[in-house]
C-alpha cells in the first residue's frame, strides 16, 4: 500500500504541519487504504493535533513522485465529533472506513469504539422507532450497522457516496467490511452487558426491556431528518474553515460525475435484515405473495385459498396439502366502516389503522406472547413489502360457539363453565404481561382441539394497554348475541370474570363495569345485558 521510506517521509511532513502543536494520532484513510485508488490518487492523511489554533485544515504537499492531502484537526473538535457527532460525522467518518493508523494506533481505536459505539446506539434506536412491536423479532447481521450509517452519510454527505460505492465493491467487500465490522462487534461488547442486546451465532437481537423502554416514550417520528442532518453539518464546517468547504464541495462535484458515469449502486441494508418466524428467518426485503409462500412451505401440493371471516382485513384460509394456514393483508384503514367504528368508541379507545402498524402488532406481541407461554398461532411467514403475515390455523372451536350456546340455555355444564373460567384467566395471563390485547371479541378467542384458550388476533395488541377496555370488549360485545340475559351467559360471564380474578387484577373489572365502557356497545348490545354484565363487573 505505501512503503516504508513514503510512510517515514510522511509522517515527518506531519510533524512539519503541526510544529508547536503536539501530534496526537495520525492515520492513512481513503482510495489507498480501501483498494480502489487510481495511479493518480492522493495519498489521504489525518492528522490530530492538540491545540491546533486553525481548528481544521487541509493541507496538501508532494512528497517525492506522490501527492499526500493531510486534513489536520483539534483533538477537541475531532472528539467533538466523534462523541456526539458535532460536525455532521464530517470527522469521525473517516473512522468508519478502513484506515491504517501511523502515529499513536491506541487513541485511533479508543476514539473508533467511542464513534462506533454512538452509531450503534442510534441504529438499533432508529430501527425501533421505524418498525415498532416488529422489532420484537427483528434478527439483525452486524453489516447492518455499517451499511445503513453510511448510506444515512451519503444522503445528507454526497461526497462519501463515492467512497461507500467502491470500498464495498464486489471485489473489495471481502477485504474491507470485515476490517469496518471489527470495531462494531467490539463496540457491541457494551450493549450486551448493559442488557440491552443479546448475540445469537453472530446475529444481533434487541430485547424487549431496550424495545419497551423506547416504545414508550412515544418518538413516533422518523427515525433520520435528513434535512437538519444535512443543515447542521453544513453550518458546522462553515463556520469552521471555508478552504475546508470548497475542497469538499470540488470533491464532491468530481465523485458525483464519475458515479453518474457508473451503474453501481449502494447496496441495500435490509438485506441484512430478518423476521424470525417458525420456519425460520425472513428477509425484510422479501415479496411474496399467498400462493408464493405456501408453494415454499409445501413443494407440490395443491394451493387452495379461500376468504374467512374479516370486516376490516383481507384474511384467507390457505391450504397446502394436509397444512392449514391463516394469510392476513393489512391493508390501511379507510372509509365508512373506521368512521363508524372511531365515531362509536368516542374516544374511549383508539384503534392502529396503519396497515404497517396493525402488522407490526401481531407480529410483535405473537412473538412476545409465544416467548411467554401464552397459546398463540405459530408465525410461519412475513412478507413486509406485501403486509402480509401467515399463522398456522388453530384447529377448534372459536369462543363465539359457547357464548351463543350459553344463551340457549339455563344452566352451563360443568366443562361450558371450565371453559369461561379459562378465557378469563388467559386474558388475566396476557394482562400480567402488562399486555392489552385491544380487540377481544369472543371470535378473537380459540379452543383448541387439545384443550388450551388460544388469542388469534393482535393486530390492536400493545404494550401498557387498556386492560379494561379488554374485559369490557369481551363481555358487552358477547352479550350482543342475545336479546336477555339468560342464566346460562349469566354463568357464563360469572365464571369468565372468577377465572380472570384468580389470576388478575380485580380492580381491573370493576373499572371495566364502568359507564364510558358499558355505553360504547349499547347500539349493539340489549341495555338489560349490559347493566346485568356492569353488575357482575362492578361487584367483582
Not at 122 to 143: C, N
Not at 338 to 362: D, H, M, P, Q, Y
Not at 426 to 455: C, Q, R, W
Request: with cysteine; net charge neutral.
Amino acid at each position: 500500500m505505501v512503503d516504508a521510506s513514503l510512510l517515514e517521509k510522511i509522517k515527518a511532513t506531519c510533524q512539519e504541519i503541526a510544529s508547536t502543536c503536539h501530534i496526537v494520532s495520525a492515520c492513512l484513510y481513503g482510495s489507498r487504504v480501501c483498494g480502489y485508488a487510481r495511479p493518480e490518487s492522493d495519498y489521504d492523511v489525518l492528522l490530530v493535533l492538540e491545540n491546533y489554533f486553525e481548528g481544521l485544515r487541509y493541507h496538501f504537499r508532494k512528497v517525492d513522485a506522490a501527492y499526500v492531502t493531510i486534513l489536520a484537526v483539534d483533538k477537541e473538535l475531532f472528539e467533538l465529533d466523534a462523541k456526539k457527532g458535532g460536525l455532521g460525522e464530517f470527522l469521525a467518518d473517516r473512522l468508519l472506513f478502513p484506515y491504517v493508523p501511523i502515529l499513536s494506533p491506541d487513541y485511533l481505536i479508543r476514539v473508533e469504539q467511542e464513534i462506533k459505539s454512538r452509531v450503534i446506539g442510534e441504529e438499533l434506536r432508529d430501527l425501533v422507532v421505524e418498525y415498532g412491536e416488529l422489532s420484537r423479532g427483528l434478527i439483525i447481521k452486524p453489516e447492518y450497522l455499517a451499511l445503513a450509517r453510511m448510506r444515512k452519510r451519503a444522503r445528507v454527505y454526497p461526497p462519501i457516496r463515492y467512497s461507500y460505492v467502491n470500498t464495498l465493491r464486489e471485489d473489495l467487500k471481502q477485504q474491507n467490511l470485515p476490517k469496518i465490522l471489527e470495531g462494531y462487534n467490539l463496540a457491541l461488547h457494551d450493549f450486551i452487558e448493559s442488557g440491552m442486546v443479546k448475540i445469537d451465532d453472530g446475529n444481533i437481537m434487541l430485547q424487549n426491556n431496550y424495545i419497551d423502554k423506547l416504545l414508550s416514550k412515544k418518538t413516533m417520528e422518523k427515525a433520520v431528518n435528513v434535512v437538519e442532518l444535512s443543515r447542521k453539518a453544513l453550518y458546522s464546517i462553515l463556520s469552521i474553515n471555508v478552504e475546508t468547504v470548497a475542497r469538499e464541495l470540488s470533491l464532491m462535484l468530481k465523485r458525483e460525475l464519475q458515479m453518474a458515469l457508473t451503474v453501481q449502486e449502494p447496496e441495500d441494508p435490509k438485506n441484512h435484515l430478518f423476521l424470525k418466524t417458525d420456519r425460520g428467518l425472513v428477509n425484510l426485503n422479501e415479496k411474496a405473495s399467498m400462493v408464493e409462500v405456501a408453494s415454499k412451505l409445501r413443494p407440490g401440493a395443491t394451493i387452495t385459498i379461500a376468504p374467512l371471516a374479516g370486516v376490516l382485513n383481507e384474511v384467507c384460509l390457505v391450504t397446502a396439502g394436509e397444512e392449514k394456514l391463516v394469510a392476513k393483508k393489512f391493508t390501511d384503514w379507510h372509509g365508512f366502516k373506521w368512521f363508524t367504528l372511531s365515531l362509536v368508541t368516542l374516544g374511549t379507545k383508539f384503534f392502529a389503522i396503519a396497515g404497517k402498524t396493525r402488522l407490526a402488532n401481531e407480529y410483535g406481541m405473537n412473538r412476545f406472547l409465544a416467548e411467554s407461554n401464552v397459546p398463540v398461532p405459530s408465525v410461519v411467514h412475513v412478507s413486509l413489502p406485501n403486509l402480509l403475515l401467515f399463522e398456522r390455523y388453530v384447529d377448534g372451536r372459536p369462543v363465539t360457539d359457547f357464548v351463543r350456546e350459553s344463551f340457549g340455555v339455563n344452566s352451563l355444564t360443568p366443562n361450558q363453565k371450565q371453559i369461561a373460567l379459562e378465557v378469563g384467566k388467559t386474558l388475566a395471563k396476557i394482562h400480567g404481561l402488562d399486555v392489552g390485547m385491544g380487540d377481544t371479541k369472543p371470535e378473537n378467542f380459540v379452543l383448541s382441539s387439545d384443550g388450551e384458550v388460544y388469542a388469534v388476533d393482535l393486530e390492536q395488541a400493545k404494550k401498557r394497554g387498556d386492560r379494561a377496555w379488554d374485559v369490557a370488549e369481551f363481555l358487552f360485545y358477547a352479550g350482543h348475541y342475545g336479546v336477555a340475559m339468560t342464566g346460562g351467559f349469566l354463568q357464563f360471564a360469572q365464571n369468565f370474570v372468577e377465572g380472570y380474578r384468580e389470576v388478575g387484577d380485580s380492580e381491573v373489572l370493576r373499572k371495566a363495569g364502568g359507564l364510558p365502557y358499558a355505553r360504547v356497545f349499547s347500539i349493539w348490545t340489549p341495555a338489560t345485558v349490559i347493566y346485568g354484565l356492569s353488575e357482575i363487573l362492578k361487584t367483582a
